[in-house]
């Protein structure tokens, strides 16, 4: 991962290139970490608003991500009783997140993909 070279003061923002180092291709998946967790977190809300589920359990498990004018985060959730949901956030420049799609239903082992 690069700092974000753009002086916009936003200290947690950074660049992530694909494994090809293609600009707007998404990464492999790779296993979702605390700063990931941090992310779903504070969407959530947008989360029970849009699907009316009220998960019984909240983990990111993993997650891809895509450059875009900011980053698109895929993150594979378990939302409890062995389902999971797949999260589209979008992140801009400035570190500010929204949910932008969502897919419920998904099994353990269904792959991240483009959605």
Same mark, same amino acid.
């Given at each position: 991962?690069? !700092?974000?070279?753009?002086?916009? #003061?936003?200290?947690?923002?950074r660049?992530?290139l694909?494994?090809?180092g293609?600009?707007?291709?998404? *990464?492999?998946?790779?296993? !979702?970490?605390?700063?990931?967790? !941090?992310?779903?977190d ?8 849009? *699907?009316?589920?009220?998960? /019984? ?5 993993e997650?891809? *991500?895509?450059?875009?004018a ?11 009783? #062995?389902?999971? !949901?797949?999260?589209r ?7 500010? /997140?929204s949910?932008?799609?969502?897919? /419920?239903?998904?099994g353990?082992?269904?792959p991240? /993909?483009?959605?």
């Open positions: 991962q690069l !700092a974000c070279p753009l002086d916009l #003061g936003c200290h947690s923002h660049l992530v694909n494994m090809s293609r600009p707007g291709g998404t *990464t492999q998946a790779r296993p !979702a970490d605390e700063r990931i967790q !941090a992310i779903i504070r969407v959530r809300p947008a989360y029970l608003e849009r *699907t009316g589920h009220n998960p /019984t359990a909240w983990e990111a498990k997650v891809a *991500t895509q450059v875009v900011g980053i698109n985060y895929f993150v594979k959730v378990h939302v409890g009783e #062995g389902r999971h !949901a797949h999260l956030i979008y992140e801009n420049l400035r570190g500010e /997140t949910l932008t799609n969502v897919q /419920t239903n998904k353990a082992e269904e991240l /993909t483009y959605f």
